[in-house]
């Protein structure tokens, strides 16, 4: 692959127009001056509550101009075909305009392409509606904002691959607003820098140490570039690394292990998180813990044991002029002007976040997932879940798969394609 692509992850997986479910329905045709009268009854009697989409009326044009139409009386039992089976008042409605019920197939679901909606009105016609997003940018990016996002990306990758030659995961959030990096991390499960007399763990550096690849390869080799786009499912093996892909190999370790400190929730979105919650107390310190002292934006400290006080949900509305500094405060922020959690904001993953770090971009009411490669063992938005489509959720983002030209996969070529100046073309696609 020669160009950056751009991929769409719906909120359910893709289904081939031609093998929609389908329901089955008890219909019947009916003179058209009688239609108005029975679908008001119909209406009251036996709604189709989940067949909002299908159309209760099939209309035909006959030769000499005649139209012939067919209305959904009510749903059908799938296990039980038979005619005596219609509901009492529809059964009343049959016997008093001597109408002849038949059972056909309607589409159980919504199109969510015009392809499928074309094949559903094979069978029954029903409505389609383009979906539509609160979010920008869901179904194009025009040129700024894919360069934008392409430079965020290959900043995550970089993350990735900066340490001493193992792969790890790595996140970057982003301010899509102002377009500036908000923080940005990578795996954390283990540090290698353990005080055993305090049983507690020190603090890392700066920069997050990347895992040595020894820890999890068991004597396998290391893979110093990313895998191809189309790469086999044998991620588990080649990049043990990377904790999303394998999130409980901390408990896998020898419990006598000394020389690192394991910790469960340090994936790279959860560590990034920290950084961006640091952030945060950095630029609104009157509005933290009264313990609390702000922290470096880039260090990461280790979960307080304590329980954190409340964060205070603000005017969402000052989100977007969160970045200006008021001089009254002594350069800091105003706290009115201080945004809840992470809303608003992208956040890039190089890849596919585990169930966990989904679940903590979900609380964090992160904008819009950008991620480069799936995760076959543990993916959260697509490979093996979706969690992006859950109704039960109070907080929905939209996914996106980036999809890496070759020079970007081959680590030798990081800092030459980063100086490029060359322009690339981007598209963008529903998976």
Known sequence: MDKWQI???????????????????????VEPKLANTIIRRLNQVAPLENLRHVKRIQKKFLEGGKTQLSMILCLADENDNRMNSLPQDVQELVNSYQLSPFITKVCKNAAL???????????????YHPPTYNIDGITSFN?????????????AVELAKSGDG?????????????????????????CCSISTEKNSLESCSEQPEVLSSDLFSNGESNHTSLPPNDFPSE?????????????????????????CYWHPLRHAAMAAI?????????????????????????????????????RQKTDLANVENSEELDPSAGGFHPESARPYLCTGYDIYLVWEP?????????????????????NPNEGALGSVHR??????????????RVLLPKEILNKNEVVAARTSTTNTNATTVCQ
């Open 143 to 155: 040129e700024d904002d894919s360069q934008s996002i392409f430079s965020f990306m290959k900043s």
């Open 7 to 29: 991929i769409h992850i719906p909120n359910k997986p893709a289904i081939p127009p031609n093998q929609q479910p389908t329901v089955n329905v008890f219909a019947s045709m």
């Open 274 to 310: 920290q950084s961006s919650a640091a952030r945060d107390r950095l630029l609104f310190p009157g509005m933290g813990h009264e313990g609390d002292k702000p922290n470096g934006v880039h260090t990461i400290q280790p979960t307080s044991i304590g329980t954190p006080a409340k």
């Open 113 to 127: 392409s015009k392809e499928e909606w074309e094949e559903q009105c094979k069978l029954w016609p029903t409505s």
């Open 387 to 400: 969690l992006q489509g859950e109704k039960s959720l109070n907080h929905h983002y939209a996914v996106f």
């Open 166 to 190: 193992s792969i790890v995961n790595a996140a970057v959030i982003v301010d899509p607003s102002i377009k500036q990096e908000i923080a940005s991390a990578c795996d954390q499960i283990c």
């Open 235 to 259: 991620t588990r093996k080649s990049y043990s690394g990377v904790s999303c892909l394998n999130p409980w190999q901390w408990a896998q370790e020898n419990s006598h292990t000394t020389s």
């Open 354 to 374: 585990c169930v966990m770090c989904a679940m903590a971009l979900v609380h964090q009411r992160i904008r819009r997932i950008f991620y480069a490669f799936p």
